[in-house]
């Protein structure tokens, strides 16, 4: 009897740690249908015109994301509870560059009155109005819960330059695998990352958020200890982490390509850091 109690009680808590989840899968949907990944998987094209035909199926999304309470949310696991906010960010900018697609060039141009486009409330999360800056820089970025820098290969700003858009939603029981993932894509692509010489020239995303990748988060104290983990993909022979790791090599930060990362751009000859 005691086992059968004891059975019954463990079918009960995985089931319930099961449900203590967010359902994904329409945005997953989305994803597979309208991002295309080039390059080996390094940059993704986004297929604008494919969303504006499903908007309805992204809405009821971002609906369903609304609805989620505080209390919801906070029984989740931190790693479910970061696939959630990446998610919701992510799916939020596209629904913002529908607003003016296909007569845009850049999100940037989505900005009103003197505010940026991250600073327009567009994101309803926790039964309030918010910006898609709030989302990335005080409940993730702001949050103690998290601390972790690979969320910049994560989000994305729909600009050329930015990471991949991942053809998946983010999911708590394989987010640390999608984030490394990520992580690799990025730093292997060498038009956004690449030695040249004794310069090591990177993404502006090192620049804005140099902190973050500094501050002893995933054991990290510089932003050479980030580049040194991943000397792999970033091409970097022993002798070259050697010269890093002793401030021989000079760190230069590439401009930042603003355009859509839209399916029809052509993002080949726009990334060069030469």
């Known amino acids: 009897m005691r086992k059968l109690f004891l059975a019954i009680a463990f079918l009960f808590f995985a089931t319930n740690a099961v449900a203590a989840d967010f359902n994904h899968s329409g945005w997953d949907i989305l994803l597979r249908q309208n991002v295309t990944l080039v390059r080996g998987g390094k940059a993704s094209q986004v297929n604008y015109s494919g969303f504006a035909q499903n908007r309805n199926s992204l809405r009821a999304y971002l609906a369903s994301t609304g609805a989620v309470t505080q209390t919801e949310f906070n029984s989740w696991s931190n790693p479910a509870q970061l696939a959630f906010l990446i998610n919701v960010y992510n799916a939020n900018t596209i629904e913002l560059v529908l607003d003016g697609y296909p007569n845009i060039r850049s999100i940037r141009e989505l900005g009103r009155f003197g505010q940026t ?6 994101v309803k999360i926790f039964g309030a109005m918010r910006t898609l800056d709030h989302v990335e820089h005080w409940l993730i970025r702001g949050s103690s819960r998290y601390n972790d820098p690979r969320i910049h290969f994560a989000l994305n700003c729909a600009a050329v330059s930015c990471p991949a858009l991942r053809p998946e939603a983010y999911v708590g029981s394989r987010l640390e695998a999608q984030l490394e993932d990520q992580t690799h894509k990025f730093l292997s692509d ?7 010489g004794n310069e090591l020239k990177v993404s502006s995303i090192f620049r804005w958020y140099r902190g973050d990748f500094q501050n002893g988060n995933r054991g990290f104290r510089s932003l050479n200890d980030f580049f040194i983990h991943y000397a792999a993909d970033l091409n970097l022979d022993p002798q070259s ?11 230069v930060y590439l401009p930042y390509n603003w355009d859509l990362n839209s399916f029809s751009t052509s993002i080949r000859d726009r990334l060069s850091p030469h």
């Not at 982490?241 to 002793?246: G, S």
């Open 241 to 251: 982490v050697a010269r890093l790791r002793n401030g021989q090599i000079r760190i």
């Open 190 to 196: 060498p038009t956004r990352n690449q030695l040249y």
């Open 117 to 122: 486009p991250w600073q327009r409330q567009v």
